[in-house]
């Protein structure tokens, strides 16, 4: 079956697996490529897939939407981080989360500035 992870920004994943098992909100799930056509939430987890070869391969999610249909498995997420080994993935994730965390600190710095300059204006203004 065709795997497809994509992201909001990205496609995270676009080949061919043989399994897949995924955390939904309702239990852990192993998909193969005759199951039946299936929706379901996925829960933050990470997702373990196997290529045609044999090769397992992990990819974490922040939540999602997974949908079977036919021969085409997708996984819609906010965000998602591919590694070839546990260990590996822990270490990305943890510097996602960092890089995520820093944007919005600067989002937030940005957005109490411009908050700050609304106020002494509209208090210039009353003068």
């Given at each position: 079956?065709?795997?497809?992870?994509?992201?909001?920004?990205?496609?995270?994943?676009?080949?061919?697996?043989?399994?897949?098992?995924?955390?939904?909100?309702d239990g852990s799930r192993t998909f193969?490529?005759?199951?039946?056509?299936?929706?379901?939430?996925?829960?933050?987890?990470?997702?373990?897939?196997?290529?045609?070869?044999?090769?397992?391969?992990?990819?974490?999610?922040?939540?999602?939407?997974?949908?079977?249909?036919?021969?085409?498995?997708?996984?819609?997420?906010?965000?998602?981080?591919?590694?070839?080994?546990?260990?590996?993935?822990?270490?990305?994730?943890?510097?996602?989360?960092?890089?995520?965390?820093?944007?919005?600190?600067?989002?937030?710095?940005?957005?109490?500035?411009?908050?700050?300059?609304?106020?002494?204006?509209?208090?210039?203004?009353?003068?």
């Open positions: 079956m065709n795997l497809r992870v994509v992201t909001p920004r990205e496609v995270v994943i676009d080949e061919r697996a043989t399994r897949v098992t995924v955390r939904a909100e193969l490529p005759r199951h039946i056509d299936f929706v379901t939430a996925l829960a933050p987890s990470v997702v373990s897939y196997v290529r045609p070869g044999g090769e397992e391969r992990f990819v974490a999610v922040d939540e999602g939407v997974l949908t079977k249909a036919g021969d085409e498995l997708l996984v819609s997420a906010p965000y998602a981080v591919v590694g070839e080994r546990l260990g590996e993935l822990q270490r990305l994730i943890e510097e996602q989360f960092r890089e995520r965390e820093d944007r919005e600190r600067v989002a937030h710095t940005a957005l109490a500035r411009l908050e700050a300059n609304i106020i002494r204006r509209f208090m210039e203004l009353g003068d």
